[in-house]
């Protein structure tokens, strides 16, 4: 699975963990940057992620930034992408079951790393559950 990571300043220390976390899992990850803790604008690593969502360049995607909402905000302004704001393995895991997310959003401030690591489990090991969800899931578009 290819999967597409970002984010800003607050989110690099995190994204460096869970970019390893995801290449030792036998992830094919993609780093949109950021690519130090030097202040940076999330959307400027949110868009391209998103766009490779968008494009289907990648599977799925993770952005992180402070608080996990700016990132989240931007993606979802992409055709097609579905990001969810993710602070715990439940939450991750309902987001792929019944919204089937394909971006995850992380909250760097929020959430350590062992938490970030089981949201990623979470994430890429649960699949959409379809039924009734998909009718709900195909609303969302505007």
């Not at 950021?34 to 968008?54: G, I, L």
């Not at 992409?78 to 991750?92: D, F, K, M, Q």
Request: net charge negative; with cysteine; hydrophobic share 40%.
């Amino acid at each position: 699975m290819k999967i597409a990571i970002g984010s800003d300043h607050a989110g690099f220390s995190l994204k460096e963990t869970l970019k390893a976390y995801l290449n030792n899992k036998g992830f094919n990850v993609k780093d949109f940057g950021a690519y130090s803790e030097e202040r940076a604008d999330y959307p400027d690593f949110a868009h391209p992620v998103a766009s490779a969502v968008e494009h289907k360049e990648v599977d799925r995607g993770v952005l992180i930034c402070g608080s996990g909402n700016g990132v989240n905000m931007t993606a979802n302004r992409h055709h097609g992408v579905r990001s969810a704001l993710c602070w715990n393995a439940e939450i991750a895991k309902l987001a792929r079951q019944h919204n089937d997310a394909n971006v995850m959003a992380l909250p760097a401030r929020f959430i350590d790393e062992h938490e970030a690591e089981k949201c990623i489990d979470a994430f890429f090991s649960t699949e959409f559950e379809g039924g009734r969800h998909t009718d709900r899931v195909k609303k969302i578009e505007a």
